[in-house]
């Protein structure tokens, strides 16, 4: 049998070619699989893939928990704390396995108490996606004035939401630490928010604590230094006794030094004058000095056979006289505190033929009557009282009425259409003088509304009316009672 060689040299060149093709192959894909094992589990991205589904599909295998969240600062700022483009605040989350995650979100919204609440779509804060560089981290915003003056209560009553995939996972509006409410700091609103940036905080397994807000009853008040000092003293006392102490104790050390002064003077005298009348003149100056240094020392032993106190440190005790002007009740703030810090009157309606009774509130709020017996009660007492705190001025002319103290010039719609525009403004926390709970607030009746007034605060004295609007304004968002809850806040919780 004759073998044709050059055949079988051809075969195995070929053969040798594919294996040679394959080994390459083998080993490009060896290299392509270790750089991507290798790599992908720090989450680098390369260029260009940012949306490859296996990158992703790695980074949620974690389970992502977002444990929780709540504004710094939070909840009633003071006046003067919102400045103009200037004025920042944090939204802290605390999270598990979240680090990087691509499909987290936020909203920040603005609630006015009534039926819709309002997205701050213009300043960016509006299913805004993040990510978050340690379990740890604070979403930083600059505050704005995007939906002011849009309802009763503060210009600005903040809240949020967190989204994961899409999904609502924590929602802070009347949560500890989840709202955070101020007043502008002008009539017009200018300039909206905007998302800053993603500040990280580090790692720890602890919930997120709200700081509570500084008592300023037990700082060390201020110490004045005197110009120059009264004696001993170099700072202002507490006690007005202890000026006159040190003005007497000095007095009588100045009668001292002018009795020996006179008492020289009259020696003097006494030996250069040769004359007879001269003579008891001088004697008669030595007498008079003697003897009023003895008044003064002997003032000092009779005060100080009196009370020793009258000469010692406390001095002369005069007691403070304090005047004060007790503002009209509002919401607890002249009310004695329980253990809770609450208002005594943070309480459910007793009153048997009250409306606001816990029993007869069940229909209306059937998951917080209790609740809502409180806040009827820090407002009215569970009766239908006409607010003598809310009141524009000039005119003392009260806005707020019955159980629940809707107010008339913000809320006037839910009493029917024709009780809408009664006054020049809807009247907000803004328009108060201070003290507000003596001088009211900045608004006025209209001219010719004066009858459709008396009908519509007559609509609003009704308890059955007054109950019904109550209910649509709590389904909506029960913080349009805001202002009860620093001293009844157990009917928020």
């Known amino acids: 049998m004759k073998i044709n060689k050059k055949n079988i040299i051809v075969k195995n060149n070929s053969l040798s070619l594919v294996s ?82 691509p499909d987290i979100s936020f909203s920040v919204y603005e609630t006015d108490g009534l039926a819709f609440d309002d997205p701050l779509t213009d300043s960016g804060l509006y299913e805004q996606n993040i990510k978050l560089p340690t379990d740890n981290s604070a979403i930083h915003i ?37 709202n955070l409410y101020y007043e502008c700091d002008g009539a017009t ?53 202890e000026y006159f102490n040190t003005i007497f ?56 056979t009196i009370n020793p106190d009258l000469l010692g440190k406390g001095g002369i005790n005069i007691k403070s006289v304090n005047a004060s002007i007790e503002p009209l009740y509002d919401r607890g703030i002249a009310d004695p505190k329980n253990s809770n810090g609450e208002s ?8 048997p033929s009250s409306p606001c009774t816990v029993q007869n509130l069940t229909k209306y709020f059937p998951n917080d009557a209790v609740a809502m017996s409180k806040i009827c009660n820090m407002e009215s007492s569970g009766t239908n009282a006409i607010s003598g705190t809310d009141v524009c001025n000039p005119g003392k002319t009260p806005f707020s009425f019955g159980l629940f103290q809707i107010n008339l010039s913000a809320n006037g719609i839910l009493a029917g259409s024709e009780c809408v525009g009664l006054f020049d403004k809807k009247v907000a926390g803004k328009d108060a003088i201070e003290p507000k709970y003596n001088n009211g607030f900045s608004c006025s009746l209209l001219p010719g509304k004066e009858a459709l007034y008396e009908k519509c605060k007559n609509i609003l004295l009704d308890s059955t009316k007054n109950l019904e609007i109550a209910k649509s304004l709590y389904t909506a968002n029960k913080s349009a009672w805001l202002g009860d809850k620093r001293y009844c806040g157990s009917a928020f919780n």
């Open 189 to 241: 609103c200018l300039e909206d928010g905007k998302f800053l940036e993603i500040l990280p905080l580090g790692t720890d397994d602890k919930p997120f604590v709200v700081t509570p807000k500084t008592d300023i009853s037990n700082k060390t008040p201020a110490v004045y230094k005197l110009l120059a000092p009264i004696g001993k003293l170099t700072t202002a006392p507490e006690n007005i006794g």
């Open 20 to 101: 040679n093709v394959m080994k390459k192959t083998s080993f490009y894909i060896l290299i392509v699989f270790l750089i991507f094992n290798i790599l992908l589990p720090f989450n680098i991205v390369l260029s260009g893939f940012n949306n490859l589904s296996f990158q992703k599909n790695l980074v949620s295998a974690a389970d992502c928990t977002i444990n929780s969240a709540g504004w710094d600062p939070y909840g009633e700022q003071p006046d003067g704390f919102f400045k103009e483009g200037t004025t920042t605040a944090d939204i802290i989350i605390k999270t598990k396995d979240c680090i990087n995650y």
């Open 344 to 351: 005594i009157r943070c309480t459910p309606v007793t009153t």
């Open 142 to 178: 600059q505050l704005g004035e995007e939906v002011c003056e849009h309802g009763p209560g503060f210009d600005c009553n903040l809240y949020f939401k967190l989204y994961k995939d899409g999904s609502v996972v924590y929602q802070s509006l009347n949560k500890p630490s989840g």
């Open 249 to 304: 104790l000095m007095a009588i050390g100045l009668c001292g030094v002018l009795a020996v002064i006179m008492i020289v003077i009259g020696g003097v005298q006494y030996m250069g004058d040769e004359s007879i009348f001269g003579k008891t003149e001088a004697k008669s100056r030595i007498t008079s000095a003697i003897l009023g240094l003895l008044i003064a020392l002997g003032s000092y032993a009779l005060l100080n």
